[in-house]
């Protein structure tokens, strides 16, 4: 687990400890527990995009998300994907 041992968990426990107070450490630990389903949670579901037209007025718009970009871009700043191929420079 990252390298520590069970040394090194006690005393980031004990310093803990000493900062926190015993009150505070349960609550902390409990708030940490959550935060950490939370993002679990949060990285299994995978939130669906609306398929369909995108808009039409507003300027360029990529392909695979429907989301606006620049007129320059090359890629798609939402969705990583490409929305026009690199030009090739005529000096290389």
């Known amino acids: 687990m990252f390298g520590l041992g069970m040394p090194e968990l006690l005393v980031i426990l004990v310093i803990g ?6 009150s505070k450490l349960p609550e902390i630990g409990s708030s940490l527990g959550k935060a950490i389903r939370g993002f679990k949670g949060a990285m299994e579901t995978k939130e669906e995009l609306p ?3 995108p808009p039409k007025a507003g300027g360029p718009f990529c392909p695979a998300c429907g989301k606006s970009h620049a007129a320059d871009a090359t890629f798609c700043p939402h969705c990583g994907k490409a929305v026009r191929t690199p030009e090739k420079s005529a000096g290389a």
């Open 17 to 22: 400890l000493l900062v926190f107070g015993a």
């Open 51 to 53: 398929r369909g037209e």
